[in-house]
T-cell receptor, first 115, second 115 residues
């Protein structure tokens, strides 16, 4: 079974600064997907970024980028120019590439933005 | 396009009562997932359907939980009888699977409180 570990229960960053959230995972599969979801207090689950394991290039979405290290099974999220609206819980998630499958989530990191 | 629609948004009921949560996936999506979120266990996959057929229900905690998908546009998650430990936020998500997996889109969740 796959596991996802987020070792930072809480992170704090000054507005406009850069912050990196950590995620490691364990799998024996070679084909899979990795995701970061954002959950603000409204409890919506919002997809931030997605990485396909077979792609070596790190995914980027505006101020959000990942550092995907497949050999190390590491998938960190970097948020540049942090904004107050980035404050939320962030969940790292894994999905098998073998077909329709559910997501395995980490426990989440609570991100606080200091004005 | 409308996103995943869940109802009700909040449900408060007494233990022993039957609870039915509803989900309408995004039109054209062929996979549907039910998740549960609690403080203790985080986000857990309960069951998922592909083309209206249940594929994996190993996450369903007990026989008191059941899920159906009678057609491509509707699914229910039922708890009977309900217990206080079932209190949680229940999310429904849908995606288009075929070839390369597409990201799951989540509904706003149902907050369930069992008194």
């Amino acid at each position: 079974a796959q596991t996802v570990t987020q070792s930072q229960p809480e992170m704090s960053v000054q507005e406009a600064e850069t912050v990196t959230l950590s995620c490691t995972y364990d799998t024996s599969e070679s084909d899979y997907y990795l995701f970061w979801y954002k959950q603000p207090p409204s409890r919506q689950m919002i997809l931030v970024i997605r990485q396909e394991a077979y792609k070596q290039q790190n995914a980027t979405e505006n101020r959000f980028s990942v550092n995907f290290q497949k050999a190390a099974k590491s998938f960190s999220l970097k948020i540049s120019d942090s904004q107050l609206g980035d404050a939320a819980m962030y969940f790292c998630a894994y999905e098998s590439g073998g077909g329709a499958d559910g997501l395995t989530f980490g426990k989440g990191t609570h991100l606080i933005i200091q004005p | 396009d409308a996103g995943v629609i869940q109802s009700p948004r909040h449900e408060v009921t007494e233990m022993g009562q039957e609870v039915t949560l509803r989900c309408k996936p995004i039109s054209g999506h062929n996979s549907l997932f039910w998740y549960r979120q609690t403080m203790m266990r985080g986000l857990e996959l309960l069951i998922y359907f592909n083309n209206n057929v249940p594929i994996d229900d190993s996450g369903m905690p007990e026989d008191r939980f059941s899920a159906k998908m009678p057609n491509a546009s509707f699914s229910t998650l039922k708890i009977q009888p309900s217990e206080p430990r079932d209190s949680a936020v229940y999310f429904c998500a849908s995606s288009l699977q075929g070839g390369r997996n597409q990201p799951q889109h989540f509904g706003d969740g149902t907050r369930l409180s069992i008194l």
